[in-house]
């Protein structure tokens, strides 16, 4: 009876929940001895511990707009720590918030190879890169900066973001952004070294390869990123933000040019999804608005003009993407041409020395068109109404308190009614775009309804 009681007791023994991970295999009482405890000491096992891990909550404490979400199951399953991921708790926190909107926003899921590359290659390049970890967490904090809408409270926007349960610490988000945006800036530079050094060809793709896929991403972060000015007060063109979308998408372009032969090959070359096989038709006289530009441009300018090649090239070019974006229902083909003009360095130059009405004209019928659709990087839009306000004020000055004709009036009373959703989102308005806008309003001109892309504010 008494051996019966002793087996009893020694079943109803309970286990330790600290134990090592010997002993919880072998369901026996660990001693807990640190580092070895009694049996792995006497079986001479290796005796291991596990850590507890701990998650911290970010909450935002000074706001009137709050932020997305920053959720997301993937990261959630890492079963590790911040301090085994060597990174904050607000690091990890912007990878989380990458994982939720970074694949949408770049591919709009037009094509799989490319949404992959955005949802899987990225996250996976995030854990052994340096400059891809610190591409993706300016991107990430500069579009929750994006999300607040009074332009003059960004800069006292404060987030609780603790190491621990226990202790909390209060980050200023402007500053983080500021933060992680230069640090990223001096990785690109560092890159840009690597590349001219000689190293083997795999480390030459990887360097080349990430530093395209931070050069991308970049060119969203200046765009999100308001200016500590008012937007709307800036009298000076070349101070736009748009000159450094300008220099950042030409320093993207002369990457992939450069190493094109290198990289043509690797998974790097997915960034973005194979749109180049739609082209406008020859045949075709285009849209009523490239019409016009072009007649005007013909009209304004001689064949001993440089600048004609560039102007004609850029309405090409926004023709052409138009006709991309219509048949793969994909918005980021009309901010293409903002790309391919960038290394038009005659064009830029014209637009920065902001007397060339021309030029200038051009880039309102694009940024008109960009807005249009939503293509909105920050709940302004600011980057590219600074472009729109700008053309209409310099109009106004010369034209005697009107646009310079009722094509531009028509674009801009279109702008308008886009941002109040008084026309649907479609985008066969691109073929009447021009016409008043009371056509598209009163159904004169149909259009079907469609919601636009959910990435955008």
Avoid at 110 to 123: Q, R, S, T
Wanted: glycine letters at 2%.
């Amino acid at each position: 009876m008494s051996d019966t009681n002793q087996i009893t007791k020694r079943y109803k023994t309970k286990r330790s929940k600290n134990g090592c991970l010997s002993c919880k295999k072998l369901k026996i009482k660990c001693t807990e001895d640190k580092p070895t405890c009694e049996y792995c000491l006497h079986t001479n096992r290796e005796c291991v511990y596990l850590n507890k891990p701990s998650f911290v909550k970010l909450k935002v404490v000074k706001t009137k707009q709050p932020p997305t979400s920053l959720n997301h199951d993937t990261v959630l399953k890492l079963n590790s720590t911040t301090n085994h991921l060597q990174i904050s708790n607000f690091e990890l926190k912007l990878m989380k918030f990458y994982l939720e909107f970074g694949a949408d926003f770049f591919s709009f899921k037009v094509n799989l190879d490319n949404y992959k590359f955005w949802n899987e290659k990225i996250p996976n390049l995030w854990c052994c890169s340096d400059l891809i970890k610190l591409s993706i967490y300016s991107l990430s904090s500069a579009r929750l900066l994006a999300s607040y809408n009074e332009s003059n409270s960004f800069t006292s926007v404060y987030l609780e973001c603790g190491d621990d349960e226990d202790q909390e610490k209060t980050i200023n988000l402007y500053d983080q952004v500021q933060h992680f945006k230069n640090k990223t800036i001096e990785m690109m530079a560092y890159s840009n070294f690597m590349i001219d050094s000689q190293i083997d060809s795999q480390e030459m793709i990887d360097i080349g390869g990430q530093l395209l896929v931070a050069k991308f991403i970049m060119t969203a972060v200046f765009a999100m990123l308001p200016d500590e000015d008012n937007d709307m007060n800036i009298v000076e063109l070349n101070k736009f933000k748009i000159f450094k979308i300008f220099e950042t998408t030409k320093d993207y372009q002369k990457i992939l040019s450069n190493n094109f032969n290198l990289l043509q090959n690797s998974k790097y070359m997915k960034i973005l999804p194979p749109t180049f096989a739609y082209v406008i038709d020859n045949s075709n006289d285009g849209f009523k608005f490239t019409q016009h530009l072009r007649s005007y441009i013909l009209e304004k300018t001689n064949p001993l003009d440089m600048l004609q090649v560039s102007y004609l090239n850029f309405i090409s070019s926004i023709e052409s993407n138009c006709v991309k974006a219509i048949e793969l229902n994909f918005p980021f083909a009309l901010f293409l041409p903002i790309s391919e003009i960038s290394l038009d360095d005659d064009l830029i130059l014209s637009l920065k020395q902001g007397g060339n009405h021309l030029a200038l004209k051009l880039l309102f019928y694009i940024c008109c068109i960009i807005s249009i659709f939503d293509f909105k990087l920050a709940r302004t839009g600011g980057v590219w109404n600074q472009v729109i306000e700008f053309y209409r004020k310099q109009c106004f000055h010369k034209f005697n308190n009107e646009f310079e004709d009722e094509f531009d009036q028509n674009v801009y009373d279109l702008v308008l009614a886009r941002r109040v959703y008084k026309i649907p989102y479609d985008f066969n308005l691109i073929y009447d775009l021009g016409e008043p806008v009371q056509d598209f309003i009163n159904g004169k001109i149909k259009l079907s309804p469609n919601e636009g892309p959910s990435v955008f504010f």
